[in-house]
């Protein structure tokens, strides 16, 4: 355990936790640096989201998880959150980490404040008991701080309300309707059931106590607000999950899903017509206050993709992609084990025993397998005189794999620091093939 007690770093600066009293340094340092230039106004919505992190009421993020860099004058300069981010791998859920806000003010940038506070929060982490912390953020960036790009960002297409397709006389109609408080549990069975298809590796849980703070607790603009898609009948046939915040004249629906026995086909240009009306209750960034298209913010596998080739314009757009940072593979591998023995069993692979060196040049990998099942995962040191690993990646890259974001033949691209005997290479990409994720913000 860390004891965590507050850092001298030279010059009259001091690495400490934050309190509750700490939010307003930390949402004005915030607001005055998350803006494209000076000319621009302090960003308010990026301050809102840090006075959420310190208030002491955010269901994901203790203010004692707020590490803070502060001048002699007791100002914050520096400062970022660690949060919890609900996780799940192929229905296993995992403890992850999550560094938000990270933000060092102009003066001091260089002097290695941001990385004094990552030291922090990968330390506190650890204390907590997360397998992995994630992080999206600035490109390379995060790289200094041991994290790969390693999961899908959920994403891929624009849709312009001008270009709808008017509705035909007797097409459905239907309306959305903003969940109660009273219907979370109903709400969240039916994004489960969406969330927990089986081409779908990592994606988001969400409970009601982190929705109810999001619809009316929360003073940031950030995360999820829950809807139902309601029937000409009355019938919900639907859920929803649209952003809080409209982004560059766009609104997110980060969630769509359907309830069973409701065709897709019939219910997709409904749905598109009634998404303007509650642009009204989301926020928007001061000049971006008209709203003209929806961005759908779904995994690549999702069923309205296709539907969209044949029925509605739009636009392809680009993925983001998550950092992960994986400071030992070890227990993570033991915590999906129950995944890979599936896979295993349902592969030529079935009943397989024998062991498995992974090799990343500085340590590895001994992957163990009895009657099909992996019996042992350990930390492995390939011996001076002893032959070539079976698989060898850079370290930090086998992660990429583990997660599904690329294959091991994808990998290999890269160069000769990746590669893999042939009996290494189908038991890898059959433990670890390329699968989209679902993987959401909890902000």
Known sequence: MHPFHPEDLGDGYTLRWGTPADAEGYANLAARSFKKNQSEPDNQIVANYARDLLSGTHPLCPPERVALVVDASNHVVAAAALMDQPFMYAGIPLAVGRPEIVVSDTPVRKRGFIRHIMRWLHA???????????????EYYYKQFGYEW??????????????????????????????????LLPFISMYDADRQRPNVLVTTPLSAEYLTFTMHQSLSSEG??????????????????????????EMDVRGWGLA????????????????????????????????????????????????????????????????????????????????????????????????????????????????????????????????????????????Q???????????????????????????????????????????
Request: aromatic fraction near 10%.
């Open 124 to 138: 506190k982490s650890a204390d907590n008991g997360d397998i992995a912390q994630a992080i999206t953020g600035i």
């Open 150 to 183: 390693s999961i899908d960002f959920p994403g891929g297409a624009k849709v312009l309300f001008s270009q709808l397709p008017p509705l035909a006389s007797d097409a459905p109609i239907v309306t959305l309707r903003a969940v109660t408080t009273a219907e």
């Open 401 to 443: 794999q583990i997660f599904g974001w690329r294959s091991l033949y994808e990998l290999r691209s890269l160069g000769p620091d990746v590669s893999a005997d042939n009996e290494a290479m189908q038991l890898l990409d059959i433990l670890f093939p390329k699968t989209p994720s679902w993987f959401l913000w909890s902000n």
């Open 224 to 249: 999820n607000l829950p809807y139902f898609i309601i029937d000409q009948h009355g019938r919900i046939i639907g859920y929803l999950l649209i952003g809080k915040c409209c982004w560059q004249g």
């Open 260 to 399: 069973p026995g409701i065709i897709w086909k019939d219910y997709l240009l409904a749905t598109m017509h009634a998404l303007p009306f509650i642009i009204p209750v989301l926020h928007k960034k001061p000049g971006e206050e008209v709203i003209t298209a929806a961005s759908l913010m779904l995994d690549s596998s999702h069923v309205i993709y296709p539907l969209l080739k044949s029925y509605l314009p739009h636009s392809a757009v680009d993925t983001y992609v998550w950092y992960m940072r994986v400071a030992d593979l070890v227990p993570l591998l033991q915590k999906i084990s129950p995944v890979l023995d599936v896979r295993l069993a349902n592969s030529a692979f079935a009943g397989y025993s024998g062991t498995k060196h992974i090799s990343f040049f500085r340590g590895g990998l001994e992957l163990t397998w009895q009657q099909g099942q992996l019996t042992d995962v350990c930390h492995w040191q390939q011996p001076v005189e002893s032959s070539k690993a079976d698989a060898c990646y850079p370290p930090g890259i086998m992660a």
